[in-house]
């Protein structure tokens, strides 16, 4: 029997395909309200930050299509999927060909969301959920980092800890419809996507979104 945060993503989702990489199917929740508050519920405290792992955020829609468009961006490669939420980047990365592919995040609910999705998507996937910011970015060949611009004490660690990555020797790739905290003077544009979304989760029912590199 499924339990713990594997049946709650279960219970309150559906699988249902990324509305801009179709070949990728997720558990997905349809409306953000009722879920953030049955998992206040399931965690049992208030103010807990929005469930990021039930929804295809645009940055991330944009960069998976890109690295499945883009197979030689990943082949043979260590990928590392910040901020994974759903897992959806490190999925599509190993759909392209991709060596290994971690994925990183703090949520509680997140190691069953990816872990459900990896099987879902029938991909092996290596799950953390350590603070990476807490430390020198790991030895890996690609960091994928999606729709992280969004507060600016994070926007201002992610950059700078993405800086230190790339002064290392990794390659950074970052998705983002340009959220209010988009550090845009430092990346090159390498892909812009028309990406379907709903004023659930975003203000206008289609968002341009950008992959980036990291100059």
């Known amino acids: ?20 990489a ?12 009722p879920i953030w508050r049955l998992t206040e519920e399931e ?11 039930a929804f295809a955020w645009a940055g991330g829609q944009a960069l998976a299509r890109y690295l499945l468009d883009h197979p030689g961006t990943v082949r043979g490669r260590r990928v590392l999927d910040f ?27 997140c190691a069953a969301a990816v872990g459900l999705n990896a ?25 994928c980092a999606g729709d992280v611009f969004y507060e600016q004490p994070m926007a201002e660690a992610v ?21 209010s ?4 003077g430092e990346l090159i544009q390498l892909a812009e996507y028309q990406v379907p979304t709903t004023r659930e989760l975003e203000d206008q029912a289609v968002k341009r979104s950008g992959v980036y590199s990291l100059a």
């Open 1 to 20: 029997m499924v339990s713990g945060p594997a049946a709650f993503i279960l219970d309150n989702t559906r699988l249902q395909p990324v509305s801009h």
């Open 22 to 33: 179709p070949e990728i199917s997720l558990w997905l929740a349809d409306e953000i309200t």
């Open 43 to 53: 965690l049992g405290e208030m103010g807990v930050p929005p469930p990021f792992w």
């Open 83 to 109: 901020a994974a939420g759903s897992g959806l980047v490190g999925i599509a990365a190993m759909i392209a060909g991709a060596d290994s592919a971690v994925c990183a995040d703090i949520d509680p609910f």
């Open 119 to 143: 099987q879902a998507n029938r991909v092996a996937l290596t799950f953390t959920a350590e603070n990476l910011l807490e430390r020198a970015p790991p030895p890996v060949d690609l960091i």
């Open 159 to 179: 950059i700078a800890w993405l800086r230190a990555a790339r002064a290392q020797g990794s390659d950074v790739l970052i998705g983002d419809p340009k959220r």
């Open 181 to 184: 905290y988009f550090p845009g």
